[in-house]
């Protein structure tokens, strides 16, 4: 692990200089988001304006400059994007192809009228070691293997005792569950409450995906927070189909009712989930979930409880699930190990409620899925076994 974080770290160094000799550099990532089995959004960020672009090659034996390879630029409506924040998505490639890719970003120190004057190029590193790899999404894999971690409160200790327990070798992808912070104020508290030791851990290579939490919707920085986490199908809830588990994915909002004070007249978390409920009945509806041979519900906060939220997930989502043969919903927010039976009249499926100091991991293949709850020591706590449903 020691050796994947230095790797890291050294391939933020700028082209031709030691970190601390640039005055222009990437300050997070790169990391992944919304993979999928055609393409990948790859996310970072620098200290100064500039426009960013990925470099890719096929995982051969070539070295990666054995040739020019294609640049995928940071674009929107016909223009190179100029930011701080850079998203490059890229499109068309092969499902369950492994690929290499460096980023890139050149500083833009002056655009006046239709002049524009460049600074210095940095980019992550593929001289010292090997450039960052990722692989796309197989829709026939037979056989998955995922993580989940929730509640982490900016705790990167806790965070680094769960994730390095897992084979990363053997792992396809990871889900952030909610809660990764106490609440949104900055850009550098969201890397330095949980991104940056995401990346170092894992998430320039292998991808991570978002079911936001109520603390995530907190914070004068919260409502930037999509721009960092993008998603496939444009809002924060979504469902995606990985082998042979179809995954949907809930934004469960706030805790409370809309008008608490502690919301400050600020949140329509309410109508919100009324929107997601119409999306919600329709998804459901795909063959991406109806064929599927596991359905899997990730959620940040449980149809359990009896707070507001919690009550407006029983009455607008678990409903339609039921009616869908959802089989498990994986929850957090109540920072303890709770596994709820299905319940006449109420969810017809478990729903596993993960504590804030333990991941679930779970393998599927064509005879089960199995979930395995796991301390900080990697103890297993608890088990759920799920057949298939066809």
Same mark, same amino acid.
């Given at each position: 692990?020691?050796?994947?974080?230095? %790797?890291?770290?050294?391939?933020?160094?700028?082209?031709?200089?030691?970190?601390?000799?640039?005055?222009?550099?990437?300050?997070?990532?790169?990391?992944?988001?919304?993979?999928?089995?055609?393409?990948?959004?790859?996310?970072?960020?620098?200290?100064?304006?500039?426009?960013?672009?990925?470099?890719?090659?096929?995982?051969?034996?070539?070295? %990666?400059?054995?040739?020019?390879?294609?640049?995928?630029?940071?674009?929107?409506?016909?223009?190179?994007?100029?930011?701080?924040?850079?998203?490059?998505?890229?499109?068309?490639?092969?499902?369950?192809?492994?690929?290499?890719?460096?980023?890139?970003?050149?500083?833009?120190?002056?655009?006046?009228?239709?002049?524009?004057?460049?600074?210095?190029?940095?980019?992550?590193?593929?001289?010292?070691?090997?450039?960052?790899?990722?692989?796309?999404?197989?829709?026939?894999?037979?056989?998955?293997?995922?993580?989940?971690?929730?509640?982490?409160?900016?705790?990167?200790?806790?965070?680094?005792?769960?994730?390095?327990?897992?084979?990363?070798?053997?792992?396809?992808?990871?889900? %952030?569950?909610?809660?990764?912070? /106490?609440?949104?104020?900055?850009?550098?508290?969201?890397?330095?409450?949980?991104?940056?030791?995401?990346?170092?851990?894992?998430?320039?290579?292998?991808?991570?995906?978002?079911? =936001?939490?109520?603390?995530?919707?907190?914070? /004068?920085?919260?409502?930037?927070?999509?721009?960092?986490?993008?998603?496939?199908?444009?809002?924060?809830?979504?469902?995606?189909?990985?082998?042979?588990?179809?995954?949907?994915? +809930?934004?469960?909002?706030?805790?409370?009712?809309?008008?608490?004070?502690?919301?400050?007249?600020?949140? /329509?978390?309410?109508?919100?989930?009324?929107?997601?409920?119409?999306?919600?009945?329709?998804?459901?509806?795909?063959?991406?979930?109806?064929?599927?041979?596991?359905?899997?519900?990730?959620?940040?906060?449980?149809?359990?409880?009896?707070?507001?939220?919690?009550?407006?997930?029983?009455?607008?989502?678990?409903?339609?699930?039921?009616?869908?043969?959802?089989?498990?919903?994986?929850?957090?927010?109540?920072?303890?190990?709770?596994?709820?039976?299905?319940?006449?009249?109420?969810?017809?499926?478990?729903?596993?409620?993960?504590?804030?100091?333990?991941?679930? =991991?779970?393998?599927?293949?064509?005879?089960? +899925?199995?979930?395995?709850?796991?301390?900080?020591?990697?103890?297993?706590?608890?088990?759920?076994? +799920?057949?298939?449903?066809?």
């Amino acid at each position: 692990m020691n050796r994947l974080i230095l %790797f890291f770290l050294c391939s933020l160094l700028p082209i031709g200089e030691g970190f601390a000799q640039s005055d222009f550099s990437i300050t997070h990532g790169p990391y992944l988001q919304a993979l999928h089995d055609t393409g990948v959004t790859i996310v970072w960020t620098t200290d100064k304006d500039a426009i960013a672009w990925v470099e890719l090659a096929p995982d051969d034996s070539s070295h %990666f400059y054995l040739q020019e390879r294609p640049k995928y630029f940071a674009s929107s409506h016909g223009f190179k994007d100029v930011s701080k924040l850079h998203k490059v998505t890229l499109r068309n490639l092969q499902p369950g192809v492994k690929y290499r890719y460096r980023v890139y970003a050149q500083e833009v120190t002056s655009h006046v009228g239709t002049d524009v004057q460049y600074g210095r190029v940095v980019a992550t590193q593929v001289y010292r070691q090997g450039p960052l790899t990722f692989t796309t999404s197989n829709p026939a894999q037979a056989n998955l293997s995922f993580s989940i971690i929730n509640d982490i409160h900016g705790r990167n200790d806790v965070m680094k005792n769960l994730l390095g327990q897992v084979d990363w070798a053997g792992t396809d992808l990871l889900f %952030f569950n909610g809660d990764m912070a /106490n609440d949104l104020r900055s850009e550098e508290q969201l890397f330095a409450h949980y991104m940056d030791t995401a990346t170092l851990l894992f998430a320039g290579e292998k991808p991570m995906y978002y079911a =936001r939490g109520n603390h995530e919707t907190r914070g /004068n920085f919260a409502e930037k927070f999509p721009d960092y986490f993008p998603t496939l199908s444009g809002h924060l809830y979504y469902l995606m189909r990985r082998g042979p588990v179809c995954f949907v994915v +809930l934004d469960c909002g706030e805790d409370k009712p809309d008008t608490d004070i502690e919301y400050s007249g600020i949140v /329509n978390m309410d109508e919100y989930r009324t929107q997601q409920a119409a999306w919600l009945k329709l998804a459901l509806q795909s063959p991406e979930y109806r064929d599927a041979p596991y359905k899997v519900v990730i959620c940040h906060m449980p149809p359990i409880g009896g707070w507001h939220g919690e009550q407006e997930i029983a009455d607008k989502f678990v409903p339609l699930l039921n009616d869908a043969g959802a089989q498990i919903m994986i929850s957090g927010h109540l920072h303890r190990h709770i596994k709820v039976d299905p319940q006449p009249g109420a969810n017809r499926f478990p729903v596993l409620v993960n504590s804030n100091n333990a991941m679930v =991991r779970a393998i599927a293949d064509g005879g089960r +899925l199995r979930f395995e709850v796991v301390d900080q020591q990697g103890k297993v706590v608890d088990t759920i076994v +799920l057949n298939p449903t066809r």
